[in-house]
């Protein structure tokens, strides 16, 4: 099993719908999650960063956190064309060493 | 203020041959991880950089080796390389590494190294 896994889609949603992403762990150790966005041709950029269980919201954006079911989501509501690209997830223990380990990312596609 | 910048932006070579990525942090910040992403494999962890000394490397073999300079900026070198070392290798930067790391990493665009 590894220990981040993301289903890669891709996934094709209209404009203006609701998208959900998820990723499943299995390292209990992990306390800092993130959501990265990669464009094209680009570097991944910090989207949404939550410590421990719970919600953060931003904007269009909803992070959750379930560390009892090893789950974390991001929710983007209001979808737009310019939110299509792929994004990763990722997750560390803390203290560095480790890095972050990133699932393999879920390409998404807005349809205008 | 400028991001984590990375040169060259493309790189061809070929089998056996050595190959040398470059990355300038973030100003201020003393922590430089290096990933790569390979086709279908997503973001694998190489090495992690911290005022000067290497703190830690991932599952690659020992030609993947790198160092960091005292202005912070670092180097990947990879030797004898090999075809499916062709990827985009990423550069981060973080303010601080041990004690107070959080996972923020600010991410290059990447150096795509192309092994024929």
């Known amino acids: 099993q590894k220990e981040v896994e993301q289903d890669p889609g891709p996934l094709s949603v209209p404009e203006g719908a609701i998208v959900s992403l998820n990723c499943t762990y299995s390292?209990?150790?992990?306390?800092?999650f993130m959501w990265y966005r990669q464009y094209s041709r680009k570097g991944p950029e910090l989207l949404m960063y939550?410590?421990?269980?719970g919600n953060k919201e931003e904007g269009r954006f909803t992070a959750q956190v379930d560390k009892s079911s090893k789950y974390i989501s991001l929710f983007i509501r209001d979808s737009q064309p310019s939110d299509s690209a792929t994004y990763l997830c990722?997750?560390?223990?803390?203290?560095?060493?480790?890095?972050?380990?990133f699932g393999k990312g879920t390409h998404l596609i807005i349809q205008p | 203020e400028a991001g984590v910048t990375q040169s060259p932006t493309h790189l061809i070579k070929t089998r056996g041959q050595q190959a040398t990525l470059r990355c300038s942090p973030i100003?201020?910040?003393?922590?430089v991880y290096w990933y790569q992403q390979a086709l279908g494999l997503g973001l694998q962890f190489l090495l992690w950089?911290?005022?000067?000394?290497?703190?830690n490397r991932g599952n690659f073999p020992p030609r993947f080796s790198g160092r960091q300079f005292p202005n912070y900026s670092s180097e990947l070198n990879v030797n004898a390389l090999e075809l499916e070392d062709s990827a985009l290798y990423l550069c981060?930067?973080?303010?601080?590494?041990?004690?107070?790391?959080?996972?923020?990493?600010?991410f290059g665009e990447g150096s795509r190294l192309t092994v024929l």
């Open positions: 390292n209990s150790a992990f306390q800092y």
């Open positions: 100003s201020g910040h003393t922590s």
């Open positions: 950089y911290d005022e000067g000394e290497e703190r």
């Open positions: 990722a997750m560390t223990s803390g203290g560095g060493a480790d890095g972050l380990t």
């Open positions: 939550t410590y421990s269980s």
């Open positions: 981060a930067s973080s303010p601080t590494g041990t004690g107070g790391y959080t996972g923020e990493l600010f």
